[in-house]
Nanobody, 112 residues
Framework: VQLQASGGGLVQAGGSLELSCAAS????????MAWYRQAPGKQRELVAA???????NYLDSVKGRFAISRDNAKNTVKLQMNSLKPEDTAVYYC???????WGQGTQVTVSS
């Protein structure tokens, strides 16, 4: 199983980025998927999750700004991030819930 994350980068505060995670070796449709992030010196935290039926939940601080979605036909999960803030700066990881499988991480840096 491999999870390939992409889409990170450097953006100014107020800007947008879209992260994408492509899965191989697994049928994503039957799994709950999530995005986590880890900032320097902090613990990894759940940012957004989407169930196999499409139900979503979000970290309170990103509600209304981030949107998680999935395309089971393409075996991908995405995270649209709008109105980015400097405190969103972190390495973002995609994850298959209740599994040992993590993506490699993609850096998101938001400048003030």
């Amino acid at each position: 199983v491999q999870l390939q994350a992409s889409g990170g980068g450097l953006v100014q505060a107020g800007g947008s980025l879209e992260l994408s995670c492509a899965a191989s070796g697994v049928i994503m449709a039957i799994h709950d998927m999530a995005w986590y992030r880890q900032a320097p010196g902090k613990q990894r935290e759940l940012v957004a999750a989407i169930g196999s039926a499409g139900v979503t939940n979000y970290l309170d601080s990103v509600k209304g700004r981030f949107a998680i979605s999935r395309d089971n036909a393409k075996n991908t999960v995405k995270l649209q991030m709008n109105s980015l803030k400097p405190e969103d700066t972190a390495v973002y990881y995609c994850y298959i819930n209740r599994s040992p499988y993590w993506g490699q991480g993609t850096q998101v840096t938001v400048s003030s």
